[in-house]
């Protein structure tokens, strides 16, 4: 299924999909690439913002240096912490008598940042065109309540048997 199918179809049945990458079979470049296409999404987002930031801005650094210190946030950063957030958070599923992997742990976190990067982009351009305010935090809270979902159900499912 193309990434965006099965995006759409997180949206309906986050356990559903996990399933179905998980069935897919143990592929840690697959993994990483979702990993990756999460964190470009998410530097994208920034974009609005930071030409905002710039702009608005009396002083400060200026929108090329902001750029840089997010591409080097979300591409080089970001992925060492969302692995480490993922083994954190298998070893936590564990405790709770789950039976799953590193794998399927980094898989359904990965997965569950990909498939909410769509609301991430919008909070991006609320940030960028609207600013600090209730419709910014209306969809961050939205964004946050669908990446905690995604990431539920399918750390649920990716801990329920062997991946």
């Known amino acids: 299924m193309p990434v965006t199918t099965d995006i759409v179809a997180t949206y309906r049945s986050p356990r559903k999909v996990m399933r179905h ?3 897919a079979g143990r592929r ?3 993994a990483l690439a979702i990993l990756m296409g ?3 999404l ?3 987002g920034r974009w609005p913002a930071l030409q905002r930031a710039a702009t608005l801005g009396e002083e400060g650094p200026s929108f090329e240096a902001m750029m840089a210190g997010a591409l080097f946030a979300w591409l080089f950063v970001a992925p060492l912490l969302f692995y480490l957030l ?5 070893l936590v599923a564990r405790l709770f008598g789950g039976q799953g992997s590193y794998f399927g742990a980094r898989l359904a976190l990965f997965w569950s940042f990909l498939a909410a990067a769509p609301l991430l ?5 609320v940030e960028g065109f609207v600013g600090p305010g209730p419709g910014l935090q209306a969809v961050g809270v939205l964004w946050l309540i669908a ?3 995604f990431w ?12």
């Open 21 to 23: 990458l998980l069935d």
């Open 28 to 30: 840690e470049d697959r």
């Open 42 to 44: 998410a530097f994208v």
């Open 86 to 90: 993922a083994a954190i958070s298998h």
């Open 121 to 125: 982009l919008l909070y991006g351009l």
């Open 147 to 149: 990446f905690g979902w």
């Open 152 to 163: 539920i159900a399918s750390l649920r499912e990716a801990e329920r048997t062997q991946a």
């Open 38 to 40: 999460g964190c470009l």
